[in-house]
C-alpha cells in the first residue's frame, strides 16, 4: 500500500543518512520512477528531501530536521497511537504491527512518556463483548481479497433469512455501529452492494483476479431520514434499565415519576426493530402512550405466551 511505503521511507530516511533511488526500489520491489514519485510526495507534505546526484548520492532528509526527528508534533503522534492501538484489537495483522513499530521510532526519547500518556488517555475498543471468532476470520479472508484483488464467492441471507449465491468484486471494508459490511460489486445482481458479515456464510476467495472499477462511496448516514420517521411515544421505565434507554434518547426527554421509575419521551418507527428494543427491556418499561402502539404490543405479548403455552 502507498502509504504504508511512504511511512517505511520516512522511518529509514531517519535512520539513514543516505540512500539511493534504485536500493529503495529493490527495497520495495517497486520501480525507481515510482521511488521519485513517492519522494516528490513526501516533500509536498513538508518534510524536507534533499537529492544528491552521482556516485554515492541519493536521498536524504534535511540534516536539522533528521536531528529533531520533527516529523509529527506531539499531539499528532498521540491521535496516531490512539487509532492504531483501536485497530490492532479489532483487525489484526503484522502491517499494523509494523505501523505501530514505525510510528513509535518517530518518538523522541525527551518525549516518550508525555505520549504514551496522551495515547492512553482515550481507549477506543471495537471489539464485542462477547468474541466472534467467524467474523475474525472473514475480515482475514476480505482483507486478502482486498490487498490481491480477488474475486469472494458466499451464500448471503436477507432479512427473511432467504439465501443467495454470491460472486463479489470487494472495495471497502467498514465498520458501521458495531457490526462489520463490506462493499463489492456484486456479479450475480450487476450492481454495488453492501454486504453485513453476519449474514455471509461459506466465505471463500477465489484464484480469479478482477480489474478494478470506480465505485460509489455507499451512504451511510441515515440520521436526516430517521428523524424524520420518528415520533415521540411515553413510555414508564424502571431505573434499574435508564442507561439502556439513554442509548435511544437524551436526558431532556427523561422525568422522574415515583419512585425508582421514570416517563421517557422514546424516537419510535412502527417496525419490528423498535417494537423489539421494547420488548428487549422486558417488564421494566411499560408503553403508555400513543394506544395504537401499547395495543400492537399487547398483541406480541400474547402470541409469545400463546407460544410457550402450547
Not at 530536521?65 to 516529523?71: A, G, H, P, R, T
Request: contains cysteine; charged residues 25%; hydrophobic residues 40%.
Amino acid at each position: 500500500m502507498k502509504i504504508q511505503r511512504l511511512i517505511s521511507i520516512i522511518t529509514i530516511l531517519l535512520d539513514k543518512k543516505r540512500i539511493g533511488a534504485q536500493e529503495l526500489a529493490d527495497m520495495f520491489e517497486v520501480s525507481p520512477r515510482t521511488i521519485y514519485r513517492d519522494i516528490d510526495a513526501i516533500n509536498m507534505a513538508g518534510i524536507p528531501i534533499c537529492s544528491t546526484s552521482g556516485v554515492g548520492g541519493g536521498f536524504e532528509i534535511m540534516q536539522e530536521y533528521k536531528i529533531e526527528k520533527n516529523v509529527f508534533t506531539t499531539a499528532e503522534l498521540s491521535a496516531i497511537l490512539m487509532g492504531l492501538y483501536s485497530l490492532t484489537d479489532t483487525v489484526r495483522g503484522d502491517e499494523l504491527i509494523n505501523a505501530l513499530a514505525k510510528v513509535k521510532s518517530f518518538i523522541p526519547a525527551t518525549k516518550a512518556q508525555d505520549i504514551e500518556l496522551k495515547a492512553n488517555q482515550i481507549y477506543i475498543d471495537l471489539s464485542p463483548w462477547m468474541g466472534n471468532k467467524n467474523a475474525e476470520k472473514q475480515l482475514t479472508i476480505i482483507k486478502a481479497a482486498l490487498q490481491e484483488k480477488k474475486l469472494l464467492s458466499f451464500e448471503y441471507s436477507d432479512r427473511h433469512s432467504n439465501k443467495t449465491a454470491r460472486i463479489v468484486e470487494p472495495y471497502q471494508l467498514i465498520l458501521k455501529s458495531n457490526h462489520w459490511y463490506f462493499q463489492g460489486y456484486c456479479r450475480v445482481r450487476n450492481d454495488f452492494r453492501l454486504f453485513r458479515l453476519g449474514r455471509i456464510s461459506n466465505l471463500k476467495m477465489r484464484e480469479e483476479n478482477f480489474t478494478p472499477r470506480d465505485y460509489p462511496k455507499p451512504q451511510l448516514d441515515f440520521s436526516n431520514m430517521w428523524e424524520q420517521m420518528q415520533t415521540k411515544i411515553k413510555i414508564r421505565v424502571h431505573q434499574s434499565i435508564l442507561d439502556r434507554v439513554l442509548d435511544y434518547c437524551s436526558y431532556e426527554d427523561i422525568f422522574p415519576c415515583g419512585n425508582d421509575y421514570y416517563i421517557a419521551q422514546f424516537p419510535f418507527i412502527e417496525n419490528e426493530y423498535y417494537f423489539d428494543i421494547l420488548l428487549s427491556f422486558g417488564d421494566k418499561c411499560e408503553c403508555l402512550e400513543p394506544l395504537d402502539i401499547r395495543t400492537k404490543i399487547k398483541e406480541k405479548l400474547k402470541n409469545i405466551l400463546d407460544l410457550y403455552s402450547s
